[in-house]
């Protein structure tokens, strides 16, 4: 990636919310992985999205992406979520007088399940700690599907040679000194892009302005390990299609079991020696009971 | 081995049989959809989508059939680590069952990923991460194929030595020493390398996270599938075993697979066991009691395990070959449906989204089936895996 810093310094700078997050004293980072210094996010306030749909446009064109018309779920839903064609999103929830827009993407996880389930690291978390794809690492296998609990990574369904594709938050106009697609074009500045540490403490400074605008709490801080995509809401995150993860990231678990049996390689290394030497040492006592079976066999005629 | 010269022989006789050749018609039908699916993709062959990104290919054919074809790795363990030499007449059967799963589901692995050839890079150390669980799954499974078929190499080599001049004669001669010297070291690596991807296999649903369902996500979820392909790959010998032996008219060895099934059986109550006290454990088993789908289809597998189990650990039950035969199916039929609601049936992407298999999809599945059961008539007429029959033909009693 051609990015050089001063670059995306710019962008950052550019991201609105400097000026003001910048007065406000650092916040002790209580997630359980510690973000890259260099990591970029996205920050969307449901409180101000009008779901005019702009940034899902102006993706499709950053991306090369042919808008998918081909299903719809009603009047607004088009399309129905995330898919080949469709790295961005925005969906409607509507229940009651209960209204909200929500804004769907990869959430650059801060410790990927994608990147772990990737066997040849297809999907890996580069710079600016973007999750992006390598075509020739990746065999089409979809365990990233398997293991992203956001759903986002697509499959190709109708190409013969698949890809999986995925929100890898613009790098191409990173490299050019822009800032992503969706961020620029978003008239009501609700969904805004720069360094996460600053996103955070924006996030933060208007949860502390406007307190009874939205329900406490930044979704992406801790949730999953913390993401770099950050939300801000007036509803229930859940209500709204983000899962409840905790605040342990999803590989903890398989690393913790796969760890414990795996470690240095030592346990299947000394199951070989063992084996090994069980089947050397028994070789003979097999052969000589298996010829007396046989025999008994044949007299009994079983 | 030379001592197993006289314990096993080819069946012989005519191979194009009437039910090869309609297995071999419904393979080539399943070939021309695979044909078709290279060509347009994997969407519009299968019901497969990004919600069920794996659909019925990969818990099925891999995840289920490797399972019903550890019989290799299990009478390994019980011939050679625990020195029960008696088992050894139906070794090669379970050998052979073990390389035709493993190799029918390593080719549908390759028609069920979206971009196979770059599955060749795995050769390169460097492109390993080796965080990934999926990366120990296909080293593993690739390379215990060949032990696999190391493992089952005296069977064509004993043939081919005392064959007509020729390559095949060649090669025979002096690979069978070689063989036969490493052995051990072959049949060791045929242990461990499965020890490790069978319960891997399971460890790949870790990461699925809440994603699957509490009544199977389970750090235990290793052992139970590493217990699980003990469970499969004994039932499925006793069964393929039993209806070789009425196939052909050979000897039955009754007694052995009454035994076999009695490790089985006791297999099947320790996975039980493990799975009750670890959804007790893990303070989530009051999800029994909710009578929605998730808790049915626990209920339907327990008892598939439980059942037939229990009823195993009978010398009466257990020492009948039609009995034998359909517990040790109850047992196979629990145990794969373990494998398939961890790998499928309780997977929870979202309420908005349902998956069935489509008919092409299915057509391949059982493809490779076929394939696999085209190979067993082969092998056994022309080669020598099966128990040979008794010289006196005294009485068909099993």
Known sequence: MGINRRSALKLMMSAGATATAAALPSPADASTVAPRPDALGLL???????????CVVACNRANDLAPDTGWSG?????PLDLNANTKNIIKLYQQGSDRSFIKRQCMQCLDPACTTACMMGALTKGEFGIVSWNGDRCVGC???EIACPFNVPKFEWTSSNPRIVKCELCRDRLAEGKEPACTEVCPRK?????KRDVLLLEAKRRLEEHPRRYVPK????????????????????EKLGLPELGDTPVPQMVRDVQGTIYTGFIAPLALYGLVGAAVFRNRKGVEKAAAAAAEKNEEAGV | MSARAHETSPVGGEVFTRPFILLAAFFALAMLVVAYRFAVGLGPVTAMSDAYPWGAWKPFNVIVLTALGSGGYAMAVLVYVLNRGKYHAIARTALLTSALAYTSGVIALGVDIGRPWNFWRLIFVTTWNLHSVLLEVAVCISTYIIFLW??????FLERWAQGKPGPFRTIAVSWTPRIERAFPWIVAMAIVLPTMHQSSLGSLFLLAGPRLHPLWQTPLVPLLFLLSCYLLGFAAVTMISLLSSATWNRPRHTRMLAAVMQVAAWIGVAFLGIRVLDLVWRGQSHLLWTFDQYAAAFWIEAVLVAVPSVLLLSPSWRGQPGTL???????ALGGSLYRLNTSLIAFMPGDQFGYFPSVLELIVSLGWVALAIIGYLYIVKRFAILPAAAAAPASSRG
């Not at chain 1, 409180?47 to 005019?52: D, Q, R, S």
């Not at chain 1, 609700?190 to 720069?194: D, L, Q």
């Open chain 2, 325 to 331: 035969f359909r517990l040790s199916g109850l047992v």
């Open chain 1, 142 to 144: 979809r365990y990233c």
């Open chain 1, 190 to 194: 609700a969904v805004i892009f720069g």
């Open chain 1, 44 to 54: 969307y306030d449901t409180t101000l999205c009008v779901g005019c749909k702009a």
């Open chain 1, 218 to 237: 930044v979704y992406g801080e801790h949730d999953g390990g913390g993401t770099q995509v950050l939300y801000l809401s007036h509803l229930p995150f």
């Open chain 1, 74 to 78: 009603g009047l607004y839903q088009a």
């Open chain 2, 150 to 155: 190391l493992e089952l190499s005296p069977a």
